[in-house]
């Protein structure tokens, strides 16, 4: 067994149900939800999915929406006004560019307003089961904390070196662990060191060890 893959054994054990946290009932929904999760927490986001999916249900219903009265729906959560132009954008695209069906793969995805390679990877992965590591920022930190990527990689270089690391039917449950375990363990600001099964395989425990054990 590999270093990476004893590692997400390790992860897994900790999250052995690991799931999206969004709350969603479609696949308009999902995309949707997903897109305005970017520099948002899912907590926010689903706080306001809710009534904005009552009134605008679907691609067609969103498109013809006026821009202010989404941003009314949006105004408590991270880049409201860009991201309530991306989504009526996105509505109308998947309208004039694919028959009004959201595309089931990456490629056709990322032409779309507001989504990059994170968000199609996993609606692609969520709804489509197609395997898929989307890497957000706990993805991204964990992986270069437990010394899984190297520390100079972007997101693309991440997501490729993840997708060698670990066997690629456990691509997407890995992507929801990864996730969670830098939600909720190894977190950007104090992270939960003294509790994490992985230290002896962690830089950023090895740099700060002094100081965690003292606290």
Known sequence: MNRSVRILNEIEKLYPNA????????????????????QSTDISVNKVTGDLFAKYSDVETLAKADVKDVEKHLNTIGLYRSKAKNIIAFANQVIDNFDGKIPDNVEDLITLSGIGRKTANVVVSEHFKIPAIAVDTHVERVSKRLKIVRESYNV?????????????????QAHHSLILFGRYTCKAIKPNCKTCPLQSECKYFTKHKAEILKD
């Open 19 to 38: 799931e999206t946290e969004l709350n969603f009932s479609n696949l308009y929904e999902l995309t949707i939800a997903v897109i305005l999760s970017a």
């Open 156 to 172: 693309v270089e991440t997501e490729k070196r993840l997708m060698r690391a670990f066997p690629k039917e456990r691509w997407s």
